[in-house]
């Protein structure tokens, strides 16, 4: 029996192993390309570096929701980087039965039923391990994101049961060895999957109104959103995945008119119990999600290089075509369904989402952040092979043009996201990275995927941005404008503070051997002359330093160190 804490938690490993393995090889052959060659820039201080800072230029806010976890279980560290949301979200959710406490673990876990570890299951749905995570987030004074399953099935009891019984369903691939007869549905080839099972081995249908009751049921218990209850609603999990993850009950890919359907049906159910909670979707896996409506490029039409299914509606992407339906369905029901435009986010070059630690994933790591906003960079994955313009990912821009033109008023989530080397110096710089990104490029919630241990470096990032001093002294909640004359070799992010007004300077270095000595050039902020420097590097990976620097000409001169973040924190005169 899988411990309580760790049940619903989808292992890391088996997720990193299982989103590679969609990404390198579900495209087809057709789609494969040639891994490149990694290496880092040339000579990253060969030139300077210039930064400039403008207080008065491309001012906007920062939502603090885009320091998101899911599952964060450590509540002195959720406390310490004052946690903002907090996520009940992955495969297993898809499959959770509120009412019994059970769900079923898909492919990641051989489609086994499995109950949690519950002392009193008579006294189910209160005391479930939903009602726990609320519980434990309002401790950790975080807001609760939950996933709605939308999938239609959900576990029928508290029994251990697996959809490919290998009595039933013959030999197969892989068992589990604790109950050798529950099969991973595959074939013994390896390959083909095994079709025409029963999905009541496992489960029971449901429909809109099991969430509206758990609704009803979690409203009663924590009240509103406008009164602290669940503020974050998700239309399911990964829904373009379904055929592969939950094959067993959902065989064939899902269609855009099921899922826009769908959404349509549970959202509502939301809204209806909870006016003011928000709710999310459709919560695609990945950057193709918003291409297509499923991971199917069997469907391709081989002429024209598009989806057949897109071709039937309207011939837009899904993305834009979601939010044009959506649309459509607030004028319908007098009220919007969907608050946030949602979708996952995974790099997909070879092994950057994984702790390898080789020098060409190092680099690459780095780079890719690129795909979260740049439109000049083309990613270094088969996603070149898609051809002009979906060579270049440029997510965020995306989500926020199909925003603008189909259903302006929606805001921007990415709920998973997770670039791997979290246990290194290099992976805590990509995290810095992307936090900076987020804030700089207006998203509205994001969620990082998977970190546990709060010692890593992956935390210190967040703890620049959340509590760079131990004494709760965070990143701005206004961006404004930060430019370096290179991103990638001195990446910066600048902010002003609401509370006390001071600017606050974040500056990445990703050279892994050279220090890059230049000077932040400071506009339109009237500077008392000193500021607070806090620095942690890869020479010491458990502690940020506090150093003192002064403003000199309105500008800060510093010599930053090889992978190293840096904040500095300017007092206003």
């Given at each position: 029996m899988?411990s309580?804490?760790n049940?619903l938690?989808?292992?890391l490993?088996?997720v990193?192993?299982?989103?590679?393995?969609?990404a390198?090889?579900?495209?087809?052959?057709n789609?494969?390309?040639t891994?490149s060659?990694?290496?880092?820039?040339?000579?990253?201080?060969s030139?300077m570096?210039?930064?400039?800072?403008d207080a008065?230029?491309?001012?906007?806010?920062i939502?603090?929701y885009i320091y998101?976890?899911?599952?964060l279980?450590?509540i002195?560290?959720a406390?310490e980087?004052n946690l903002p949301?907090?996520?009940?979200?992955?495969?297993a959710?898809?499959?959770y039965n509120?009412?019994?406490d059970a769900s079923?673990r898909?492919?990641?876990?051989f489609?086994e039923n499995?109950?949690?570890?519950?002392?009193?299951p008579e006294?189910?749905?209160?005391?479930?391990?939903?009602?726990l995570?609320?519980?434990k987030d309002?401790l950790m004074?975080a807001?609760?994101?939950?996933t709605?399953p939308?999938i239609?099935?959900t576990p029928?009891?508290?029994?251990?049961r697996?959809?490919?019984?290998?009595?039933?369903y013959?030999?197969?691939?892989?068992?589990?060895?604790?109950?050798?007869?529950?099969g991973?549905?595959?074939?013994?080839?390896?390959?083909?999957?095994i079709?025409?099972n029963?999905?009541?081995?496992?489960?029971?249908?449901?429909?809109?109104?099991?969430?509206?009751?758990?609704?009803?049921?979690?409203?009663?218990?924590?009240?509103t959103?406008?009164?602290?209850?669940v503020?974050?609603?998700?239309?399911?999990?990964?829904?373009?995945?379904w055929?592969?993850t939950?094959?067993?009950?959902?065989?064939?890919?899902?269609t855009?008119d099921?899922?826009?359907k769908?959404?349509?049906?549970?959202?509502l159910?939301?809204?209806?119990?909870d006016?003011?909670a928000?709710t999310l979707g459709?919560?695609?896996?990945?950057y193709?999600?918003f291409?297509r409506?499923?991971?199917?490029?069997?469907?391709l039409?081989s002429?024209?290089?598009?989806?057949?299914?897109?071709?039937?509606?309207?011939n837009?992407?899904f993305?834009?075509?979601?939010?044009?339906?959506m649309?459509?369905?607030?004028?319908?029901h007098?009220?919007r369904l969907l608050?946030?435009l949602?979708f996952?986010?995974?790099p997909?070059?070879?092994?950057?989402f994984?702790?390898n630690?080789?020098?060409?994933v190092?680099?690459?790591r780095l780079r890719?952040?690129?795909?979260?906003?740049n439109?000049?960079?083309?990613?270094?994955?088969?996603v070149r092979?898609l051809?002009?313009?979906n060579?270049?990912?440029?997510?965020?821009?995306?989500?926020?043009?199909?925003?603008?033109t189909?259903y302006p008023?929606t805001?921007?989530?990415i709920t998973?996201y997770n670039?791997?080397g979290?246990?290194?110096m290099?992976?805590?710089l990509a995290?810095?990275?992307?936090?900076?990104?987020?804030g700089?490029?207006?998203?509205d919630?994001?969620?990082?995927?998977?970190?546990?241990?709060?010692t890593?470096p992956?935390?210190?990032a967040f703890?620049?941005?959340r509590n760079?001093?131990?004494?709760?002294?965070?990143?701005?909640s206004t961006?404004?404008?930060?430019?370096s004359s290179?991103?990638?070799?001195?990446a910066?992010?600048?902010?002003?503070?609401s509370?006390d007004?001071?600017l606050?300077?974040?500056a990445?270095?990703k050279?892994p051997?050279?220090?890059i000595?230049?000077?932040?050039?400071?506009?339109n902020?009237p500077?008392s002359?000193n500021?607070k420097i806090?620095?942690y590097s890869q020479?010491?990976?458990t502690?940020i330093?506090?150093?003192?620097g002064i403003?000199?000409?309105?500008?800060?001169e510093?010599?930053?160190?090889p992978?190293?973040?840096t904040l500095?924190e300017?007092?206003?005169k």
């Open positions: 899988l309580r804490k049940t938690v989808i292992l490993m088996v990193s192993l299982y989103i590679l393995d969609i390198v090889y579900a495209p087809g052959s789609l494969r390309a891994p060659v990694l290496k880092y820039p040339d000579d990253l201080t030139s570096v210039t930064l400039e800072v008065k230029s491309n001012t906007h806010p939502s603090q998101g976890m899911s599952f279980n450590d002195n560290f406390k980087i949301v907090d996520r009940f979200g992955g495969n959710v898809t499959r509120w009412k019994n079923n898909a492919s990641d876990w489609f499995l109950p949690e570890d519950n002392p009193n006294n189910l749905p209160d005391g479930s391990i939903s009602d995570f609320i519980e309002k004074g807001r609760t994101m939950l709605i939308l239609g099935w029928k009891d508290r029994e251990r697996c959809g490919f019984s290998v009595k039933k013959g030999p197969q691939q892989q068992t589990d060895q604790l109950m050798p007869d529950c991973n549905g595959k074939k013994t080839d390896g390959t083909t999957l079709t025409g029963d999905p009541t081995d496992t489960s029971v249908k449901i429909n809109s109104t099991f969430t509206k009751e758990w609704l009803q049921h979690l409203t009663k218990k924590y009240g959103a406008d009164q602290g209850g503020l974050f609603y998700e239309m399911d999990n990964e829904y373009d995945l055929h592969r939950h094959h067993d009950i959902h065989p064939e890919p899902a855009t099921e899922i826009v769908l959404t349509e049906e549970y959202a159910a939301v809204k209806e119990v006016p003011s928000l459709p919560v695609g896996w990945g193709l999600s291409l409506s499923v991971l199917v490029f069997s469907a039409d002429a024209s290089g598009t989806n057949k299914d897109r071709s039937s509606h309207d837009l992407d993305g834009p075509y979601y939010l044009k339906a649309k459509q369905l607030e004028s319908k007098s009220k608050d946030y949602d996952h986010m995974y997909q070059p070879a092994n950057v994984s702790d630690t080789e020098t060409e190092l680099a690459v890719s952040t690129q795909g979260l906003w439109p000049d960079y083309i990613d270094e994955s088969w092979n051809g002009e313009p060579n270049r990912v440029q997510l965020i821009p995306r989500m926020k043009k199909a925003i603008q189909y008023g805001k921007i989530a998973e670039w791997g979290l246990k290194v290099n992976g805590a995290q810095a990275d992307i936090l900076g990104i987020l700089r490029e207006s998203v919630v994001a969620i990082l995927w998977g970190p546990e241990n709060s890593e992956w935390a210190y703890r620049m941005y760079y001093d131990g004494k709760g002294s965070q990143f701005g961006s404004v404008s930060a430019k290179d991103e990638q070799k001195l910066i992010y600048a902010s002003i503070r509370s007004k001071k606050t300077v974040i990445i270095n050279d051997i050279n220090e000595d230049t000077k932040i050039e400071i506009k902020f500077s002359g500021t806090y620095t020479y010491n990976l502690k330093v506090e150093s003192i403003v000199v000409n309105n500008a800060i510093h010599k930053f160190p992978y190293s973040i500095f300017v007092a206003r």
